[in-house]
């Protein structure tokens, strides 16, 4: 949805206004009929509504390599949008797919180290351990219908 304001309206309800046409004489007036007769225009113009933000957690595996090859990826791509040419593509979807591979490694790494962490208690199992791990890495799993999961090659035999 896009939202546009109508800048030629809301100055010429501003210019029949009586903050225009009869301004206050005293000192407290003005100030009261200023932020009156702005609220009323705003709220004609560009009326307050509700917003939701919702703070995502970052995921436990994301440092600082991956702060970096994410900011690599963005100055690449801002780059080839400012000045689109082969060459520039190129580089940003190649740094693209590093990035990818990079957050692979460290999703990996991260929750093989997590989940190997439950059982290095010596011969005992911490099955609570297990438990939590996998719910947070259900989590984690992507949910959108585009994005797959990598699976290992099988062989077929005939």
């Not at 949805?1 to 100055?11: H, P, S, W």
């Not at 703070?55 to 080839?80: G, H, I, Q, V």
């Amino acid at each position: 949805m896009e939202y546009t304001f109508d800048y030629d309206g809301f100055i010429g309800e501003l210019e029949q206004s009586r903050l225009v046409l009869d301004v206050p004489s005293d000192v407290i007036d003005p100030v009261e009929c200023y932020k009156s007769t702005l609220s009323t225009v705003l709220d004609k113009f560009a009326p307050q509504r509700q917003i939701r933000v919702t703070a995502r957690s970052s995921a436990p595996w994301f440092d600082a390599d991956c702060r970096n090859c994410k900011a690599s990826t963005r100055k690449l791509e801002k780059a080839y949008w400012k000045k689109p040419c082969d060459q520039s593509r190129s580089a940003w979807q190649k740094q693209f797919s590093s990035q990818r591979e990079l957050f692979q490694q460290k999703l990996v790494a991260y929750w093989t180290a997590t989940v190997d962490a439950c059982g290095s208690k010596g011969l005992v199992v911490d099955d609570r351990c297990y438990s939590h791990n996998l719910t947070a890495i259900l989590s984690y799993l992507p949910t959108t219908s585009h994005t797959t999961l990598r699976r290992r090659s099988t062989v077929s035999v005939r």
